[in-house]
């Protein structure tokens, strides 16, 4: 996952990028192409039925879907509502096969930042709190959480292994601008979502505001 400089970049003028979007962008990047070339036609389809459950559980859609053959990670492009996953790093987060919902998590993850820009959730989560950037990562993770426990309902879905990478991912530069949130921190900020029942995303997203508030992001 990237750091601030995706999340933190005018986010005033998100909206206003996503709405002068055109309405099937491309992918941009010199080593990107749209997820639908990929070649191995299981991982082909495994992304873009992930997609299609993301883009119907958080109720939008994304320009495109692309993977990028030098991105070592996945990120959300703001400027073009784009949703970028690396393909070295998507097959080994995904292996061996057992892991692939590890590797579906961080496209959750990814896309809950979406879902943030949406709906104007960037600067409301970081009005109050010192640690701009962990507050905005705790509740993608609690977002990624909800969508992994309703896809825990169609499928198989290991959410200790899952729990074990949030807190994997998680780092101790607490006095950094970029820190994300300790082990423990992001571990639990998942997991609660995880556990908490809702169809609707929009009760999610102020559930998970409520507890990050409660954890304080500090």
Known sequence: MRGPRTYLRACAMAAAALAAAPAAASCAGPFQFPVEDLEASVVRQILVTTRDEIERFFDFRFDAFCMDEEEYGAYYDIRGNTLVVGVQFFLDVANPPGNINRAIGVIAHEAAHAFQTKHGLLDMLVETNPHRVKCIELHADFLA????????RLYDVDVTNLTEMFYDLGDQQMQADGHH??????????RQGFQTVTDNEITLSSMGIAYV??????
Do not use: P
């Open 145 to 152: 959480g909800g969508y992994m426990g309703w896809r825990a």
């Open 181 to 190: 949130g300790l082990g423990a921190e992001r571990f639990l900020s998942f």
């Open 213 to 218: 508030s409660q954890a304080k992001c500090d």
